[in-house]
């Protein structure tokens, strides 16, 4: 048996959260990958683990959301769409990406007065032509505030509410695309103090199958680099979220 008077070191010192600690959490950690099975894949190193620190030159990183452009590119390249639908487009990161690979793209915001919970709205961004690909980075609920529009996603005051228009969200995306289309939604888990921990990425599955869609292939789990809150220093104990979670759904092909 362990003597009692053995303490793990680590935890003595994070109890009083010596410098010492911090300074070792700030250091970044290498962790060793697990190797990656040989496919027919036209994007190799695309898996379930999105781990690129790169955010390529697309959008704008200053924009609050902003989700960088690489994976995006990777899916494209993946999934082949002939028309891509971008409709929270924030600062226009996915229609970057579509512009250097020369795919079609409509896009829209609630900033511009569009409504992405709005199937009519979905449906004149569509257009006549047949939309295989739907990108769409929602608000991870209240986490940041983005337009003053009431509509804002961001702006919903409760849990209930959000997932009401979330789901009308999904429900209107999946109206627009093409039987064997994809819908490809990255959202990440929220908890605040008031609505503790709140698993949107399980929400997010569950009202995609409700809407009838099917997940078409694993998870991708993007590491979060260069996330505000990874600089930030917090006197409350939890174990820190360093990732968001991007899931890509097939509309029925009958
Ligand atoms: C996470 S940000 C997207 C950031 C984007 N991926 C980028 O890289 O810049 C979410 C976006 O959804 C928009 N939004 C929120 N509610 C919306 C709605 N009902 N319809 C359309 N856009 C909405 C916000 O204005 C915000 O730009």
Request: proline fraction near 6%; aromatic fraction near 10%; glycine fraction near 8%.
């Amino acid at each position: 048996m362990r003597s009692s008077s053995v303490v793990n070191p680590f935890f003595a010192n994070s109890v009083h959260a010596s410098k010492n600690l911090q300074t070792v959490l700030r250091q970044p950690v290498f962790a060793k990958l697990p190797r990656i099975p040989i496919n027919g894949s036209p994007v190799p190193h695309l898996t379930s683990l999105y781990h690129n620190t790169d955010a390529g030159e697309y959008g704008r990183r200053s924009y609050p959301g902003n989700c960088g452009g690489n994976l995006i590119k990777d899916l494209l390249m993946y999934f082949r769409p002939r028309l891509v639908l971008d409709p929270m487009t924030g600062s226009g990161t996915c229609q970057d990406v579509c512009r250097e690979l020369r795919v079609p793209c409509r896009a829209g915001d609630i900033h511009e007065g569009f409504d992405a919970t709005s199937m009519d709205a979905m449906t004149a961004l569509a257009g006549q032509d047949p939309v295989d690909f739907v990108w769409a980075h929602p608000p991870y609920w209240r986490q940041k505030l983005y337009a003053t529009d009431e509509r804002d996603l961001s702006r919903t005051g409760t849990l209930e509410a959000f997932l009401a228009r979330y789901e009308a969200f999904i429900r209107a995306a999946t109206g627009v695309l093409v039987p064997g289309g994809r819908l490809a939604i990255l959202m990440g888990d929220y908890s605040d103090r008031d609505a503790g921990f709140v698993p949107l990425v399980y929400h997010t599955k569950r009202l995609a199958f409700e809407a009838g869609l099917r997940q078409c292939c694993t998870d991708i789990i993007r590491f979060s680099h260069g996330a505000t809150s990874g600089r930030k220093v917090y006197r409350s104990s939890f174990i820190p979220g360093l990732h968001d979670v991007c899931m890509i759904f097939e509309r029925s092909r009958v």
